[in-house]
């Protein structure tokens, strides 16, 4: 598509799609307080949404591999059951997601949430129609980390026979562009999201609303 400035999008989910953030931070409560440690606060918590989760158990609390792992399965069952719809669509947000459909440009999400989980919210706020590709973290956590996610949804969309000349990255904190950026794919960043004024670094664009976002991709 020459006329547009990129030929495939791929879409981060938390902080970018919807503000998750209730859903998650209060699930992540629930898992300090089952495991009988104390709750961080609520700007500490906010600090979790948007990395992989083993790596904020790790990085963020402090947690060796068997204390993360019975972290996780606390949250993951806490989480499905009462935190998931917990979430709001950010404004204009089904708007861009129907232009980019309706031009006919590739999409695929590219989120650390676990597949599945993610798959539930789109289908939840009636937006899986517009993507051609779910790709997010495998059930197990190996793949996680932004970069292997963005490999994945690279590699699906190739096999649909995407045009990834141009390839974009579309969220709201740095792992997003640090991840996109291991496999040359350029961020447009979001303010509304979870991210610090410093995570802006490396983005090809920066977009304080949906209407900014849809002229960043020439639609």
Partial sequence: MPDLPYTAVLFDLDGTIVDSAPGITSSLAYTFEAMGLAVPSPAKLLEWVGPPIMDSFRDLAGF??????????????HYVMTGVFDADLYPGLRDVLQAIHASELPLSLATSKPESTARLILDHYDLAQYFDEFTGASEDEVRSAKADVVEEALRRLRVRGADLTRPVMVGDRHHDVVGAAAHNVPTIYVTWGYGAPGETVGTVAVVDTAAELLAELGL
């Fill in 64 to 77: 060796d591999p068997i204390t993360s792992a019975r972290a996780l399965a606390i949250y993951r069952e």
